[in-house]
């Protein structure tokens, strides 16, 4: 089973569970991965504070998921 992220979860737990994600969330302008910050604000919050919308929010973490699915996926091979 894949652990699913979602908007609602912090940038920190993405993090500390998937660091493999960082350079997605990187790429769509949220470079405050270490920040004190995310260790309580969800990734929606971060990601709206930083101008995105909703559709470029969902975008992302349509490829957070896509790229922990490809992880799982080579620890199977």
């Keep these: 089973m894949v652990d699913k992220v979602n908007k609602e979860m912090t940038l920190g737990d993405i993090i500390t569970k998937h660091p493999e994600v960082a350079g997605v969330i990187m790429n769509y302008g949220l470079h ?3 920040c004190h910050v995310a260790a309580w604000e969800t990734l929606e919050q971060g990601s709206k504070a930083h101008g ?3 559709e470029k929010i969902e975008e992302m973490v ?3 998921n896509k790229v922990i699915e490809e992880k799982k996926g080579e620890k199977k091979e």
């Design 62 to 64: 349509n490829m957070i």
């Design 32 to 34: 405050c991965i270490g």
């Design 52 to 54: 995105l919308s909703d």
